[in-house]
């Protein structure tokens, strides 16, 4: 290995010319910056749990009007990334959002992309380029950059969800930005999920030799993900992953330009390991409880806890019940691999 020069080795007089000229020499950074073998990750492995979130998020409730808070979202700052971070990992954003009986959260578009992943309550909808879209627990709901969304609340309890943005990339380029807008409640379209998109392999005969569009379907039911992932487990070994990745049903690609999201059943008693990638990632806990090993480290998750992931880790995780667990996962693979660095370690 090189033996780089440092920045005390030069003289003072050319540390302060090139400090004037806003240059600065690469080589006592050059580690920092590309180290051997492996990333210098600051992301850390980490729980927020669903018994300290779910309190917190109701007294937001209480101290803050949603006419205050435009969206009233609870940020998780993953640990390793500093108290102000608005940073699961590196590349995720996530909030846990409430919305109160009839209130309302109004139009607006966005440069970064969001999903919704429903966690709690009933009557909550989410209205996204004109289509109304129910909010049940475990539901996958995308607002992609630019197309216009809104919330709303129809039922009796607070409901909530965590929402996941590629803010954090966006951000990093200095294109983040919103557009306010009017509410699209009078141009309702029905759930493409139940009409137009009912079953996988079958599409709209007239988007055949069209361009296809980049986001058909909007909402991807908890109901029927569950149901293929336990139809799924029957006939998947013992040795592989009962996982399905959600994607756009006129392409067959990730659904998102940047994060990528998948479902997976973890089998009574089953350990899975998951491949070793260099995207990072968040799991959401659905149903079930397990533990997670990332890098060594033991989280105990249970239902509606949520946890990241850094690049590059090594992970287990177990299910030591006798009932199935559930988990929902972000990654930022779609991005790495468009990007051309992303890579799986055997
Ligand atoms: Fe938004």
Request: a negative charge.
């Amino acid at each position: 290995m090189l033996e780089l020069g440092t920045l005390e080795e030069l003289p003072r007089a050319y540390r302060e010319a090139l400090s004037n000229h806003h240059l600065a020499p690469l080589w006592p950074l050059m580690r920092a910056a590309l180290p051997y073998d492996m990333p210098i990750r600051r992301a850390r492995p980490h729980l927020w749990k669903w018994t300290d979130v779910r309190p917190d998020l109701l007294r937001a409730g209480e101290l803050t009007p949603l006419e205050k808070a435009e969206r009233r979202v609870l940020i998780l700052a993953n640990p390793g990334l500093g108290p102000d971070s608005i940073r699961a990992t590196p590349s995720i954003f996530i909030g846990m959002q409430l919305i109160l009986p009839g209130e309302f959260a109004p139009t607006h578009k966005h440069s970064p992309s969001a999903i919704r992943m429903v966690i709690e309550g009933e009557g909550g909808y989410t209205i996204v380029r004109g289509e109304k879209c129910p909010m049940e627990k475990g539901d996958l709901i995308l607002t992609p950059s630019g197309l216009w969304h809104e919330h709303g609340h129809e039922g009796a309890e607070p409901v909530i969800w965590m929402d996941a943005l590629d803010l954090p990339v966006v951000g990093a380029l200095e294109c983040a930005y919103a557009v306010e807008g009017k509410s699209q409640t009078g141009s309702n379209q029905p759930d493409a999920s139940q009409t137009r998109y009912l079953r996988a392999g079958l599409v709209p005969y007239s988007s055949l030799g069209q361009r296809r569009p980049d986001y058909p379907l909007i909402r991807y039911p908890w109901r029927d993900v569950r149901e293929a992932l336990v139809a799924m487990s029957g006939v998947v070994d013992r040795n592989s992953m009962v996982q399905l990745a959600y994607i756009n049903p006129e392409t067959g690609a990730e659904c998102m330009p940047i994060l990528g999201f998948s479902a997976m059943m973890l089998r009574p008693g089953e350990t899975a390991r998951p491949i070793r990638r260099s995207s990072s990632a968040v799991l959401h806990c659905i149903e079930g409880q397990g533990e997670a090993l990332i890098d060594g480290e033991t989280i105990r998750f249970a239902e509606s806890d949520t946890f990241a992931t850094p690049t590059h880790a090594e992970i287990e995780i177990l299910n030591r019940t006798s009932k199935p667990a559930f988990l929902f996962q972000v990654d930022d693979a779609p991005m790495q691999r468009k990007l051309g660095f992303y890579e799986e370690f055997q």
